[in-house]
């Protein structure tokens, strides 16, 4: 398999008709390597538009969410970003390429020594990655300009938005219902606005998931 070319036919089919603009988010997913951050059976699906469970509780966001988020974080060249639950490291790798510097996050200590390989093996020398509680997020390393989850939330990110610098944005995909949405908080003092952005069926990650309701 060429995954040069399957690369390109993953932004140009799966990216760009989405509605991602920003050049410096297409160029950096054509040159990110996917096939090197999923497990080594699914290599062979590492640009397909599916969603890919790379451990019991971790799946890589499918091409269109991820890019779709990304963009809407606008994140700047000078920006500190957090990737919360960063699985096998591919995101981190994508916004190693956009921001000044990136933290991921990871609460699965095998998953975050297996990013942290690739992301040197790539070059991703930006990048540092910390094992801990992923609902905590990193109070230490902060403030970020932006924080990125990848999956989806049933539960309120009030740790992570407290670790939002002023003008910074934070962006995950919110499960109120069957269908998830993809939101966009930005921090202005002490206000947090959202605004919804796309619908997503991104999976939910376990530490995040909400207590269920008993019907009588």
């Given at each position: 398999?060429?995954?040069?070319?399957?690369r390109?036919?993953?932004?140009?089919?799966?990216?760009r008709?989405?509605?991602?603009?920003?050049?410096?988010?297409?160029?950096?997913?054509?040159?990110t390597?996917?096939e090197?951050f999923?497990?080594?059976?699914?290599?062979?699906?590492a640009?397909?538009?599916?969603?890919?469970?790379v451990?019991?509780?971790r799946?890589?966001l499918?091409?269109?969410?991820f890019?779709?988020?990304?963009?809407?974080?606008?994140?700047?060249?000078?920006?500190a970003?957090?990737?919360?639950a960063?699985g096998?490291?591919?995101?981190?790798?994508?916004?190693?390429?956009?921001?000044?510097?990136?933290?991921?996050?990871?609460?699965?200590?095998?998953?975050?020594?297996?990013?942290?390989?690739?992301?040197?093996?790539v070059?991703?020398d930006?990048?540092?990655?910390?094992?801990?509680?992923?609902?905590?997020?990193?109070?230490?390393?902060?403030?970020f300009?932006?924080?990125?989850?990848?999956?989806?939330?049933?539960?309120?990110?009030?740790?992570?938005?407290?670790?939002?610098?002023?003008?910074?944005?934070?962006v995950y995909?919110?499960?109120?219902?069957?269908?998830?949405?993809?939101?966009?908080?930005?921090?202005?003092?002490d206000?947090?606005?959202?605004?919804?952005?796309?619908?997503?069926?991104?999976?939910?990650?376990?530490?995040?998931?909400?207590e269920?309701?008993?019907?009588?």
């Amino acid at each position: 398999m060429n995954h040069a070319i399957a690369r390109r036919h993953m932004v140009d089919s799966q990216v760009r008709p989405d509605n991602v603009t920003d050049a410096r988010l297409i160029a950096a997913m054509a040159a990110t390597p996917r096939e090197r951050f999923v497990p080594s059976d699914k290599q062979a699906l590492a640009y397909s538009e599916l969603e890919l469970k790379v451990s019991d509780g971790r799946c890589m966001l499918s091409p269109r969410d991820f890019a779709k988020l990304v963009d809407a974080a606008d994140i700047k060249p000078d920006d500190a970003v957090l990737d919360v639950a960063c699985g096998l490291g591919y995101s981190t790798a994508v916004l190693a390429r956009l921001a000044e510097t990136v933290v991921a996050l990871e609460s699965d200590q095998a998953l975050a020594e297996a990013a942290e390989k690739e992301l040197s093996e790539v070059g991703a020398d930006n990048t540092v990655v910390l094992t801990g509680d992923v609902v905590a997020g990193s109070p230490d390393q902060g403030p970020f300009n932006v924080i990125v989850v990848e999956g989806a939330l049933e539960t309120e990110p009030s740790a992570l938005k407290s670790q939002l610098a002023d003008g910074g944005r934070l962006v995950y995909v919110a499960r109120r219902g069957e269908v998830g949405e993809a939101v966009v908080v930005l921090r202005t003092g002490d206000h947090f606005g959202e605004r919804v952005v796309f619908n997503s069926s991104a999976a939910v990650l376990p530490e995040f998931r909400g207590e269920k309701e008993f019907v009588f």
